[in-house]
């Protein structure tokens, strides 16, 4: 619960500002996430932390691309994090949403979840609740990249040997937005066919998501066999910062280095 | 505009894992597992992932068929029910009740599965009775 959030939200409603806040609310003894259109209408509005430090986020990004490719000319609120508000930095820089139609109501994220997730900026740049914490390096790919190169491919063999290819780290993504999916081209993957190849499956997502993905661990939190998903993103971002001195989500302005869309290089 | 997230229940399976289909101006157009179900906690298989695409397929069935000169015809639910409880009781009198085997569905409640075996093993009088999860 939070009246600082609450209060925002009601003045944009109340002002014809926006047609309606992508949130979250506690509804059947649940947390979901949910469109308020009504600004005496948010007694229920939460920001996902049921037991924990959000630990009910929701995709909320991937929602609020499906509303606006159906109603492009409407302006919407939303609520945001660190993670979401790089989210929707890199789907502008994507054409995917309009940054000018969007109202971000900012949390900063407290220190547990910063811990949690490893989150280099656990807040977003403007916030109505929450304090500013540090950023915290990724420990899990620091781990990882002490083992030999054996050791290194042993365990994410392991890891990915108990994939049931359920799609769900794709399915959850905010970053995910192709109307052509390379992990249902046939030519890549063996299709319709249980497990996948590994590491094949795996390595074609995590360089997909070079670039693109923003690091809200949605994906590691939906894969039902526990795949550290998040830590080998992490660890391809790591390699895109270094190679290109680019982060996704950070500077609106710059385009991710492996955007190819929008013709060819001159 | 109306977009709605609805809790429900997947249909596919007993587990029973729980999501909300998100709908918009009346047309289910995804799902998202919900993250405080203590069944699957933001979890779903590839068939849960997907329900969303089953519901408005041009594909589903809506109506019973009745093969009719060997052609499968759309008839009314009171005309399907006439024609298999009078086939049932046929092929019961005529090669009795373990002659039949009834097939029930993880797509239905618990109460309509009870419903359906009770009906097998009482009204008809078999405990040929199985269902579709059992793959
Ligand atoms: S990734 Fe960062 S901003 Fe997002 S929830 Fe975790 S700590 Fe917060
Ligand atoms: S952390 Fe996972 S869900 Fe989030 S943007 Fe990256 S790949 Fe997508
Ligand atoms: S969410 Fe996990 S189990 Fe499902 S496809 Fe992705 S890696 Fe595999
Ligand atoms: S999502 Fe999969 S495991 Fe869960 S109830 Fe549906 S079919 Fe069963």
Known sequence: MSEQVKNRVKELLSSGKIKGFLGLCSRNGH???????????????????????????????????????????????????????????????????????????????????????????????????????????????????????????????????????????????????????????????????????????????????????????????????????????????????????????????????????????? | MDYRTVLTTCTHCGCGCNFYLEVLDGRVIGTIPCKTSPINEGKLCIKGWNVHEFIQSKKRLTQPLLRKNGELTEVSWDEALDFTARRLKEIKDAHGADSLAFLTSARVTNEENYLFQKFCRAAIGTNNVDHCARL
């Open chain 1, 31 to 266: 947390i979901a996430p949910h469109l308020f259109v009504n600004a005496d209408d948010l007694d229920n509005l939460v920001v996902g932390d049921k037991l924990a430090a959000g630990d009910s986020r929701y995709p909320l990004n991937r929602q609020l691309i499906n509303l606006v490719r159906a109603y492009p000319d409407e302006t919407f609120g939303i609520l945001v994090r660190g993670c979401d508000e790089r989210g929707l930095t890199a789907l502008a820089s994507w054409n995917q949403v309009d940054p000018n139609k969007i109202e971000m109501v900012g949390i900063a994220c407290p220190r547990e979840l910063a811990l949690a997730c490893e989150c280099l900026k656990p807040y977003p740049e403007s916030f109505v609740d929450g304090e500013k914490c540090e950023g915290v390096s990724p420990e899990s790919v620091a781990r990882i990249d002490t083992l030999q190169v054996k050791e290194r491919f042993d365990h994410w063999y392991h890891e990915f040997s108990k994939c049931i290819k359920c799609y769900g780290c794709r399915d959850i993504c905010p970053m995910c937005f192709c109307n052509e999916c390379s992990l249902e081209n046939n030519e890549l993957i063996r299709t319709g066919e249980i497990p996948p190849e590994i590491p094949t499956f795996h390595l074609t997502r995590a360089v997909h998501m070079a670039g693109r993905c923003i690091d809200c661990g949605l994906c590691s939190e939906a894969c039902p066999a526990d795949i550290p998903l998040r830590t080998l993103y992490k660890k391809v971002a790591d390699i895109i910062d270094k190679q290109y001195g680019f982060r996704t989500g950070y500077d609106g302005a710059q385009k991710s280095p492996l955007n190819f869309l929008g013709g060819l290089p001159e």
